[in-house]
């Protein structure tokens, strides 16, 4: 809740609220709930801005979009309403955590982490976009930290499969899943060291590629490896190394450091060097590859910066003799490795595996890019971790009936906490089973943590424990999740893991939180820009002549047409539309110019032509009051035509095709018309008809609708009248 809805959140829920509406006349149950997702990092450095609590500018904010989408006619359940930073809402995941971590499924460890410099705190990989900070675009730096992970690898292969049965959602949302998972099968293969004075006298390798064996030219390994550990107590050099490894970005740049070392090659027994590389991840594989240049671009980069050996060993139709900057990716026939030569890759992988797996030297091996997910957080506005380090040194959960771990209230304009660690009075405490002295956890968990299991929540949320097992087991999984495609490997991967965890702790009995999901377009608007270069909002266009001013007498020029955000603000105020135009307005606009997984273009020819079609209807409505048919022209039965219109927007609204089924309301609108300025069609098929338009325009424009409804004499609401039965 930063403070004000946008035309994202207009069209996301405009969407929605069809389809509650629509269900709902056609005789389901419908639970159609709202809440605030009101942790994280947007909220306390805006509320540090304005020299306020987080806590009374989140609820402050609450309050004033609460009213906004309330004026949009949305027909939230509000008896549902929750907010994530309300004790009685994240007291329930303290508890999950603690579960957790007695189950094993929560750990600590210290480990290179993605440090945001500007937000101050720890990222996931999955919130690290190119690089960059997901919220404040700064770049990335890399720190070593203690933090708390969840077992979110103990899920990929059951993550993975059940993407396959997911039918209700699209291919582009699995597929980012599936490569984010990134199941590899490959080999894990042991260069021995020649070198006989370290802890272990070799370097195990994994490999998705065994097949090109012999072009190994080098080996590369973690900065975090064992073996670097054990060489940096040595050598400064390597210290020195890290640190540089640490500020680099291996996609821009391939580190390497020489460790002098030498590996035995497993088949040929040649020497092969071994480097420190700031590409090569610890935490995938075992921290360590063998390079083969020829066939991998990111090592052949590396291989021409070091001077290192280029083997050939897939020949493929393209016939290369001698590489130089570009690596032979393609498929082929295997060349220059002995007994693997004229095998096809497939075949040589299976036949080299044999091998190592025969002399003892390598095995088959199946792995994950998908890595525990990190949930610590160094900031303040945050659910706290329920943990305590008794001064014995053991690290302990609250006990359960202790819950909720309560924030230290931060309502000091002077005195802005930023971090639980500076609460020194709330940090202090004892162990409650000992009396020993012991310290709280102060880092609190990432807000994906919260909007991992809202959707159980919203079940029963007055709930004293956590969850309703039996509403659980009627409402869910989700029947239609409406979101941006942005959450497909972060809030959409957490959530079912979070599902696939509560489910083994023994909470619910669900394996999938959301059955169809559906990937909505973002609402795109011109940029502005001034001569001082700064963002001009389009409400501060003014045009003369011609020529685009600000309110300033600044000249202005037009930029792109890109998705609305405040930071360029090409945004639009619903406030403006709907005391300019009406809720219905904004609605009808949102569903009538695009398809809804598309961009749509907010423009203002596009929201005027929608209020005149409103006031259309309005008017068609008024003069059927008066109406008196011809009875020389007026024909039986008008009625059929209508409902082959209705049946066409019904079968539109269940595959999506929301801007169809308008189409479809305007042919039945012109036909109406037609038939009333003709006064072709019977009193008594007329009342039939407009009865039904008031009832097929309900879920698109519901305030409309119920005035229509009203006028028309009818008993009760719209909104609770059943959808046409038609022929």
Not at 257 to 263: C, L
Not at 458 to 472: G, K, Q, V, Y
Not at 585 to 605: G, H, K, Q, Y
Request: net charge neutral; proline share 4%; hydrophobic share 35%.
């Amino acid at each position: 809740p930063s403070g004000a809805i946008h035309m994202g959140h207009v069209r996301n829920y405009t969407l929605g609220d069809l389809i509650a509406r629509y269900k709902k006349a056609q005789g389901f149950n419908v639970l159609h709930p709202m809440g605030w997702d009101a942790f994280g990092l947007p909220a306390e450095n805006a509320a540090i801005l304005e020299k306020k609590s987080p806590e009374d500018w989140t609820y402050k904010n609450i309050n004033t979009m609460k009213s906004q989408l309330k004026s949009m006619g949305f027909s939230f359940d509000w008896n549902k309403e929750l907010a994530t930073c309300h004790p009685e809402y994240y007291k329930h995941e303290q508890e999950f955590f603690i579960s957790m971590f007695n189950d094993g499924l929560a750990y600590k460890k210290e480990s290179e982490v993605n440090w945001d410099p500007v937000d101050k705190t720890v990222l996931a990989n999955e919130q690290v976009i190119d690089g960059r900070g997901w919220r404040s675009g700064a770049e990335v730096e890399k720190k070593h930290l203690s933090q708390w992970f969840l077992k979110t690898s103990k899920y990929s292969e059951e993550l993975l499969k059940e993407l396959d049965q997911m039918k209700g959602w699209p291919d582009k949302v699995k597929i980012m899943q599936q490569n984010w998972i990134g199941k590899s099968v490959g080999a894990e293969i042991d260069f021995k060291l020649k070198n006989k004075n370290f802890k272990d006298d070799k370097i195990k390798v994994y490999t998705t590629r065994p097949d090109t064996i012999f072009g190994a030219s080098f080996i590369a390994i973690s900065c975090q490896h064992p073996l670097v550990q054990e060489l940096s107590k040595k050598d400064s050099g390597i210290k020195k190394f890290i640190k540089e490894c640490e500020r680099s970005n291996p996609d821009k740049d391939k580190l390497g450091f020489d460790t002098m070392i030498k590996a035995e090659h497993p088949i040929t027994k040649n020497e092969i060097p071994v480097y420190i590389a700031n590409f090569v991840l610890m935490d995938y594989g075992l921290g360590a590859i063998f390079g083969c240049p020829a066939h991998d671009q990111r090592d052949l980069d590396f291989a021409n910066k070091f001077n290192l050996e280029v083997i050939i060993v897939v020949k493929t139709n393209d016939n290369i003799e001698k590489i130089q900057d570009k690596a032979i990716i393609g498929d082929g026939t295997i060349i220059n490795s002995d007994f693997l030569n004229g095998l096809s890759v497939e075949s040589a992988k299976k036949e080299v595996v044999n091998f190592l797996e025969s002399k003892k030297l390598g095995s088959k091996k199946i792995n994950y890019k998908l890595k525990d997910w990190g949930v610590s957080r160094q900031r303040y506005w945050g659910c706290p971790i329920p943990i305590l380090y008794r001064e014995d040194g053991k690290i302990i959960p609250v006990d359960k009936k202790d819950l909720p771990v309560l924030l230290p209230r931060n309502n000091t304009s002077k005195d802005l906490l930023t971090s639980l660690k500076d609460a020194e009075n709330w940090k202090i405490t004892t162990c409650p089973q000992t009396g020993m002295k012991a310290t709280r956890e102060t880092d609190t968990f990432d807000t994906f943590f919260e909007s991992s299991w809202y959707f159980l929540r919203f079940c029963n949320p007055r709930l004293n424990s956590a969850l309703d097992i039996e509403e659980i087991k009627y409402w869910l999984p989700v029947d239609q999740y409406i979101g941006g495609i942005e959450h497909a490997i972060l809030h959409l991967l957490y959530s079912r893991f979070f599902t696939k965890a509560l489910r083994d702790l023994g909470y619910i009995n669900l394996n999938e939180p959301f059955h169809g999901l559906f990937t909505q377009g973002m609402v795109t608007h011109r940029t502005f820009k001034n001569t001082n270069n700064e963002w001009v909002e389009p409400s501060d266009v003014i045009n003369k002549q011609d020529q685009l001013y600000d309110k300033k007498e600044n000249l202005v020029t037009p930029g792109n047409i890109e998705k609305m955000s405040k930071s360029k603000k090409n945004v639009i105020d619903p406030d403006e539309i709907i005391n300019l135009y009406g809720a219905d307005t904004a609605r009808w606009f949102m569903l009538s110019d695009s398809p809804p997984e598309r961009d749509l273009e907010w423009t203002e020819t596009g929201v005027v032509a929608a209020y005149k079609f409103i006031n259309k209807i309005w008017d068609l409505v008024q003069k059927s009051q008066n109406y008196k048919p011809d009875l020389n022209k007026a024909e039986k039965n008008q009625v059929e035509n209508f409902d082959k219109i209705i049946n066409d927007i019904s079968n539109n609204i269940e595959s999506f095709h929301f801007n169809k089924s308008v189409a479809k309301i305007y042919e039945y609108i012109n036909l109406l018309s037609l038939l009333i300025s003709k006064r072709s069609v019977l009193q008594e098929d007329l009342s039939k008809i407009i009865k039904n338009l008031t009832i097929i325009i309900h879920p698109f424009i519901p305030h409309i609708s119920e005035e229509i409804w009203g006028i028309l004499g009818n008993e009760g609401l719209c909104a609770s009248t059943n959808w046409p039965i038609t022929k």
